[in-house]
């Protein structure tokens, strides 16, 4: 039996000198140390030996399956490395006299107006919040005034989660939660409510020049007692003539959002055709903007505000058609492309 050991050591090492490549090497491991490999098999004849005797052999075909195994995992870090070394040996040298490329990167279009958008808002005294972008049915709908099976789920078809949380498909799912958060200072100290949260949000859309499945949007809103929808107009003007350095020709018309009462289409002139009518107005001359109204008595109560004592208002300001009018993008999915050729032309050295 001791014998059947040795040349078994001195068989396995020969078969190692000669394996090329991995395939090689799990085919000795399988031949040797499988369920029905040969070092295993001398274990099956141990029932004809002595006690003492088997022990003693036991103890022997531990040691050759031992180092059969080390002999094998130390072929297996010998392959690897030379393998190694081979690719490194085969990649392209690099030339350190190559000047290197050290042209200054630039912000994303969007991340260019969101934060002077920050800005401008900041000044008017307004906090920047932050939320999550997977978000709860509850957020996102039944908190805004939109009930499960209401019509207007059906405009904002979204990607819902296995766990039944779903991709937010507007930044109000944030309003409730801000209104619980700020409600609390304006009733017991009279400071009004006023927040922006800008975020990214997802439906399940047809994309054109003016339309994508993932785009940013930027929510804000202002509760306090006798808050009209003048005050929502002078914030709206005063944004955007800073955001474009001169005045913007703007219109309201009459819109259904179930969150607000009553509800409004801000629209701006289309920039980029100068209102004569393109492809990303839809040939209309006017760019939707900014769906806007008046907060719903109900939204007011379920964030725990007293719509008897407070109103509000709230808007969903288009980041990214902000963005195409301010840098004359025509087509909207040129944002999402990834480009950096398309991308690098916008700078600010104020961000």
Not at 6 to 34: C, M
Not at 313 to 322: D, E, Y
């Amino acid at each position: 039996m001791d014998n059947r050991i040795d040349l078994f050591k001195e068989e396995i090492k020969q078969k190692l000198e000669q394996a090329a490549d991995l395939v090689d090497l799990d085919k000795i491991r399988v031949a040797y140390l499988g369920k029905k490999g040969s070092i295993t098999s001398l274990l099956k004849g141990m029932k004809e030996l002595s006690n003492e005797e088997r022990k003693t052999f036991g103890a022997e075909v531990n040691k050759l399956k031992a180092s059969a195994a080390e002999m094998i995992d130390a072929k297996i870090t010998e392959l690897k490395e030379k393998e190694i070394e081979s690719e490194i040996a085969s990649m392209p040298k690099f030339d350190v006299t190559t000047p290197v490329d050290l042209s200054r990167g630039s912000y994303h279009p969007i991340t260019l107006v969101q934060r002077q958008c920050e800005s401008i808002f900041r000044s008017m005294g307004f906090t920047v919040e932050d939320y999550p972008e997977v978000v709860t049915d509850y957020e996102c709908f039944e908190s805004v005034n939109i009930p499960k099976h209401h019509p207007a789920r059906d405009m904002q078809d979204t990607y819902y989660l296995e766990n039944g949380q779903l991709l937010k498909s507007q930044t109000s799912a944030a309003q409730n939660a801000i209104l619980k958060k700020y409600g609390k200072n304006l009733i017991e100290n009279g400071v009004p409510i006023k927040a922006i949260f800008p975020g990214r949000c997802f439906r399940n859309e047809a994309t054109d020049a003016s339309h994508e499945n993932t785009f940013f949007q930027m929510e804000g809103m202002m509760v306090d007692k006798d808050i009209s929808i003048s005050n929502l107009i002078f914030f709206m003007k005063t944004m955007l003539s800073e955001v474009f350095q001169r005045d913007v020709k703007v219109r309201l018309r009459p819109g259904f959002f179930p969150f607000v009462e009553p509800g409004f289409e801000l629209d701006i002139s289309c920039l980029i055709c100068g209102g004569e009518g393109c492809a990303s107005c839809k040939h209309s001359g006017w760019l939707e903007l900014c769906p806007c109204g008046m907060i719903h008595p109900n939204v007011l109560r379920e964030g725990g505000i007293d719509p008897d004592k407070y109103t509000g208002f709230a808007f969903g300001l288009g980041l990214t058609r902000l963005a195409m009018m301010k840098y004359k993008i025509k087509d909207i999915r040129d944002l999402n492309s990834g480009s950096l050729k398309a991308l690098a032309q916008f700078t600010d050295d104020n961000c």
